[in-house]
């Protein structure tokens, strides 16, 4: 009913112009220029001579227009304050209803219901477009689809938010959402060009984008957990390495070992555990302190040997020391003790696996076997352990370098969860190296913005995620978040932070399209109410009118006109500004860019060196003495107890 009335007021509107502008003037260019005629002549004749074809009518009535004469300027008058008196009284009412709607609204600017609503037609375009100007490294809304022939019509997000887009399959996210995002950022002046991480489950948006970051002066940084020939190579403990082996052994103190240790203990907590309440058994516990022990031995023993390389230092050697004899009685063992008493840090960390070994024998090796399962996959897993046993991307580094801005693409399979809790690893040393360059840089924030995109939230797993979004924002950091409905961020439960807090911390919500009836009665609830007037009309036994007006609060959207309003409509809530609603057009109407195809710098392998965790040796294979082939043939001798 509503839409017939539109367009019963559309036709009305367009029937009054049409006459007062186009049928009036028509006809009067005629009749007028006939009695002004008459006038000037004062006989009939002229209209016999018309009848007679002794006259031409036509050229009587254009040259009566084109002699500039006092009667053709009166015609002219006639003619346009004729449109004028046509144009007011077919449209007084109207006009005066409009005039009224405008100065109610300025009186009453709290009854404004949307920002902008470009299928309403609500709001001001200018004062919208006024109020999101593009210029500065942000999220946007979006290109907005407008009838004007701009190519790029980007309206930037003024508040530094993080965001959530929610969309289910198919819902556009990628091209209305992302690569807009990606491409605005990416094209601003070289000081402003954000560094950037995105996670990319089906590589699709590396496909779309990688030649417009070539193109606009990145540097395209892949790791690829598909493809692992095709990946970058890092180290997860390089960070834990560099801690203590950025300064000399002598200069090293006790904050230096601390920090060190805390990130031990973090990465040991973000290798693949149980989850929920199996998570919490003496087991898992018992089997991250024997992690944690053996990787502070590794980490200390390379500050006394200085063949023990960080070539060796990986999560996938771990492993040797993970059952009973070798983690009791092994060569390393006799070193441990030897060095016990060379400072404390040594002499506190022989406490530490002293006390392991006090554990019952048959309840120790059930330990060491939750170790190793956790573990287990830096070496089953070709994938992993490709991309974990070499180095060939420095996360501390390209952090830390401003003069090119970056971009580093995490690619996975998200039906394979093998690799989640190494993604989450990826994510997190990123996050970490950021803040602490962001902390001791001027004003204690990144000067170039740093921005995740994390597509497919859900397949991820970052505990401390609601944690980072509540200090980013002041560090120059942004997150955004793609999911299909909020019932996904509920698994970041009271032991892994509230997932509510997750929302409280988004000040940027991008609406496409979703299944869950939760997350449209939480969406409707946040865009607000708007009020609704009903005038009653009554007739009393004299047939007197009253008329009663009636006022009641009504969602802007309901849930259901949520779930079916237009495809092409995104609704967006922005920080204190009132919702809006727009649309949006897809990347590929505005970008046309080669498909890209990743081909990674082939990273050198050097294996002629391996260290032998046995012997605690290591053994060189290029050099032919009988040393080494000693070493390698000779079975070590069993500890004397």
Known sequence: MLIKDNKQKFLNKFLNYFFSLIIWPSLAFFFIAIVMLFIQIKSVKIFQEWVSKNRSFINDIFLFWKINTRFRNIGILIIVLGSLFFLIILNYKSWIAILKAKITKNNHPEKKTWEYNQFLKEGSFRKFKNNFKPGNPNFIFGNLKTNNFKKYDYLVNNLNNHAIVLGITGSGKTQKVLIPNLHYNASLENDLKPNIVITDPKKEILKITGEMFLEKGYEIKVFDFIDAKNSLHWNPLEQIWNRLHNKSKEDLDDDDYSAAFEQIIEITNSLNWPKGEDSKTMWVNQAKNVIITVIKFMLLYSLEDETFTIKSFTLSNVIWFLDDRNFKRGIWTFRLKSFSKRNHIWWKFHEEWNALQDIFSETFS???????????????????????????????????????????????????????????????????????????????????????????????????????????????????????????????GSDLGSWKSIQAQVGLIYFLETNSDETLEWFSKMLGEKTIKKESVTFDSKNKKTTTVSEYDKAIMTPAELKYKKKEMTIISCGFYKPIAINIKPAYEYLEYEEYVHHAPKIEINDSEIWDFNLMKLLNFNKNDEVNKEAINKKPKKPKN
């Open 366 to 492: 059930g330990i060491l076997t939750h170790a190793s399962n956790v573990l287990l996959e830096f070496q089953s897993n070709l994938n992993i352990q490709k991309i974990t046993s070499h180095i060939n991307f420095s996360i501390d580094k390209t952090i830390r370098n401003n003069q090119k801005p970056w971009v580093i693409f995490i690619c996975f399979p998200d039906h394979k969860p093998i690799f989640n809790f190494l993604i989450n690893i990826l994510i997190t040393q990123i996050y970490r190296e950021a803040i602490e360059f962001a902390n001791s840089s001027p004003g204690r924030k990144l000067s170039r913005m740093l921005q995740f995109y994390l597509e497919e939230f859900n397949s991820l797993n970052i505990p401390q995620i609601s944690d980072w979004m509540a200090i980013s924002r002041s560090r120059n950091i942004l997150f955004l978040l793609v999911i299909q409905a909020f019932e996904q961020l509920q698994k970041y």
